[in-house]
Nanobody, 115 residues
Framework: QVQLVESGGGLVQPGGSLRLSCAAS????????MGWYRQTPGKQRELVAS???????NYADSVKGRFTISRDNAKNTVYLQMNSLKPEDTAVYYC?????????WGQGTQVTVSS
């Protein structure tokens, strides 16, 4: 089984920064995609950013230029550096790892951007 443990969420003022981490453990296929999604009440979960095992990245338009996704393949860990945070970035952030037809999710971490 695969487990994902997220950390790094919290309360930050507008314009501030946070760094999320997600460590995956278990039987993980080497060629995978790791990503961060977010969800607010009443809305669908949306992709924030993803990164393949080769380093190719994909970002939602709303976070381009502010967020950076990275990964450490040796540690099966993915990071999300979030800068210039806005109140609309407030959400529960979820980590996901996927390959072929397999998808595994973390438990989520709350990010609140407020003054």
């Amino acid at each position: 089984q695969v487990q994902l443990v997220e950390s790094g969420g919290g309360l930050v003022q507008p314009g501030g920064s946070l760094r999320l981490s997600c460590a995956a453990s278990g039987s993980i296929f080497r060629d995978n995609v790791m990503g961060w999604y977010r969800q607010t009440p009443g809305k669908q979960r949306e992709l924030v950013a993803s990164i393949g095992s080769g380093g190719n990245t994909n970002y939602a338009d709303s976070v381009k230029g502010r967020f950076t996704i990275s990964r450490d393949n040796a540690k099966n860990t993915v990071y999300l550096q979030m800068n210039s945070l806005k109140p609309e970035d407030t959400a529960v952030y979820y980590c996901k790892v996927s390959w072929f037809l397999s998808n595994y999710w973390g438990q989520g971490t709350q990010v609140t951007v407020s003054s």
